[in-house]
């Protein structure tokens, strides 16, 4: 059971550090309502899961091993009758477009701010 909560634990830290996010570290005894990392800028919360093998997992590599060159990246889609679709990306790839969204809206504020002139007396 250590093992197992050691790799959560681990996997939490890593999704907080990547997607520029902040872990919750409430104790899960504390019965709060609680997901395990929070991405305030983004209103993203995650729940971090790690077991030993996941189905979907055994599919993105498929995708990855058939169409993906070295710099392409995979996702996959999946969707059950009825419900919504959902997309599986790499953590890396998700981190980096959100701190390339991050970055824009730094440019944007700082190019649509209004500039302070400074006139001679």
């Known amino acids: 059971m250590a093992k197992r909560s050691r790799r959560w634990s681990a996997l939490e830290t890593v999704c907080a550090e990547k997607l520029g996010g902040i872990r919750d570290r409430t104790a899960w005894f504390a019965f709060v309502k609680r997901c395990d990392v929070v991405v305030p800028d983004f209103d993203l919360k995650i729940d971090a899961k790690a077991y030993a093998r996941f189905r ?6 498929t995708i990855e091993q058939k169409y993906c060159d070295d710099n392409e990246h995979a996702v996959l889609v999946t969707r059950e009758p009825g419900k919504r679709a959902l997309a ?3 953590l890396e790839l998700l981190g980096q477009l959100l701190n390339r969204i991050r970055k824009e809206n730094r440019q944007n504020e700082i190019t649509s ?3 302070k002139v400074d006139r001679p007396h």
Do not use: A, G, I
């Open 113 to 115: 701010s209004p500039r």
């Open 88 to 90: 599986t990306v790499e």
């Open 56 to 61: 979907h997992h055994r599919l993105f590599e």
